[in-house]
């Protein structure tokens, strides 16, 4: 049976490691599945759900392993599937802002009521967005969220198209080149924002040994890119997804490495669900730690 690997740019790790050759030393038979060409599945309202095809392609037959930001894997609960972590990342606090123009008259996260809200819809923006919000008292009913899918939020945020921008580098590094930000709040102190690796539960527990293969790539792979941030940078920039300087900045202030799931990670990762079951995207309530495998 084919080990199927899902991959895309966004998480950096496994964009790297499919083009490594690691995995395939011992498991020649290994399917790389490049998720952007998938159906892309439905989306939802932006203010009334999430997006679900991260975790569905788990269950679907599309791939036996994925990893992605904070919210694809809650969202994957909350909608039944019997997903369980595998890893996370250490924080990458220094990669992602919640950022206005520095003339916006937006000084404050208050100031955001009735406002639009540039985020990626379904990944770590709308976990980003909410702590950010749910620190001043506001919800998701407060603010007008723009899921920027399929759109150049970097673009739309410059042309004065949304207000307020959960951004990150490398696009972030194209904004501030051609006008000043301002962060609204420190990413550091409000949201981890760890790259999160994840599975089914029958393949975590039926092929232990694939998987401990995939960890094991995915740690050599990692200090390659910490080693040589240009050349991997270079594998990111072929793809058409930026300029390649950008890239090796980006990846020179990113952790890399597979850590096992932690208690602060369980917690924080139980709040957002939490937040995001009271702000009425998700379809139940769920809890964390049943997605949390135990330790032998």
Known sequence: MALRIGYFPHNNSLWVLRHRGIVERTIPDVEWIDIRTLPPGPRPDVTAGLPTSHGDGLFDGSYDFIGTGFTPPITAQAHGHDIVYVGISGPRVENSKFVVREDSPITS?????????????????????????????????????????????????LDGEIDAWTGSYPSLTRVEQQIGVRELIPTDGLFSHRSLWFTRRDFA????????????????????????????????????????????????????????????????????????????????????????????
């Open 109 to 157: 996260l208050e100031d955001l009521r009735g406002k639009r809200i540039g985020i990626g819809h379904g990944s770590w923006q709308t976990t980003l967005a909410l702590f950010a919000l749910d620190k001043v008292g506001l919800t998701w009913s407060d603010v007008i969220p723009v899921d920027l899918n399929g759109n150049d939020g970097a673009q739309l945020f």
């Open 205 to 296: 527990v039926d092929r232990a040994d694939e998987l401990a293969v995939i960890v094991a790539a995915l740690q050599e792979s990692d200090t390659w890119i910490r080693d040589n941030p240009r050349e991997a940078a270079e594998l990111f920039a072929a793809d058409g997804g930026g300029n390649l300087d950008e890239w090796e900045y980006a990846l020179r202030h990113r952790p890399f490495g597979v850590l096992p799931v932690s208690e602060d990670f369980v917690l924080e990762q139980q709040r957002a669900a939490d937040l995001l079951y009271a702000n009425g995207l998700l379809p139940k309530p769920i809890t964390v730690t049943d997605a949390v495998l135990p330790t032998p």
